[in-house]
């Protein structure tokens, strides 16, 4: 990191080294899923010891999950630089090196979390500390949530509550630095087909949940060519929604009727559809196909769903971004809390250190080259949104 003072470097690489050393996995099975206390009070002390206000909220009926709001100065403006707190899970035999260790080579940091995204919240700190805060006009705010790689219960208590309320957001995923501007929305379901079963010689003593399956599944891949010829969008590499059958089960014996059938797909939204709609518009499909079958039909989400994102091309905060980072606004594969952030009122980008392809890997790592750009991005930000 040749731009960064030797003391710099050394504190970087001592709070990185501590967040990695405090692990925060989320998941939706339970003997993974760990709090991420510990996370946020070494995130609260560090803001704290620069004069930020902190809150730390306790998310309700997720016990051990916290979200993290630290404010400096006040007005109706200013900047949200946002992070989650967790990572996915691992497993330490598929890494080279320790992955709750930070480990320095081949100039990057390794270790779980480095790039998405616990590595954010140092480059945060640094750019602080290159600014006279003192001198702020509009608040900053760090936000660090809970549980962004399972169910997103962070994001969503704090859209209940209505916070944090500023002018522009900036959720610090890694992008290569690269402003992202759009995202897809995604939603799991499962559809239950409740047939009857009886003796396979005779038909008429049971109705059959793969038969009727069938004709579901023809309908969604007919409503999927339905989308696809109604709705493009020329920023996504993929430019058409996209719905994928995932998997199926039903029935357990060639010569019994099938009773029950369970198919379960996702579908990923452009900006402009509503997730809500898509799924009273298939449910009203399954609805007419289980009326003639004579055989009950449930659409049932698997999680919540997030909704799909594009913030405006021309926004002032996309502006600052491309002029900061030096690239223009895309699109990306991965949904982010950016929708609730915006649903808040405010200006949203994704923007952030380190590479997307390393993320969710075994040997996942912050390359060097990223801290010292992101610092100076992020500090340019709070330069024109703050000052
Ligand atoms: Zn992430």
Redesign the pocket.
Known sequence: MPNIAPSDVTVFKQRLQQLIATPSISCTSAEYDMSNKSVVELLAQWFEDLGFKTEILPVEGFAGKYNLLATRGTGPGGLVLS??TD?VPCDPNRWQQDPFQLTEKEQRFYGLGTT??KGFFPVVLAALEGLDLNKLQQPVMILATAD??SSMCGARALAALGRPKARCAVIG??TELKPIRMHKGIMMESVRVQGLAGHSSNPALGHNALDTMTQVLNELILFRSELQSRYQHAGFDINVPTLNLGCIHGGDNPNRICGACELHFDLRALPGMSNHDLHAEIEKRLQVIGDKNHTPISLTPLFPGIASFEEQADSALVKAAERLSGYQAESVA?A?EAPFLQDLGMETIVMGPGT?DC?HQPNEYLAHDQIQPGINIVRGLIEQFCF
């Open positions: 992070g989650h990572t998405d995204m962004e790689e995923e890694p991965f982010t997307i993320a």
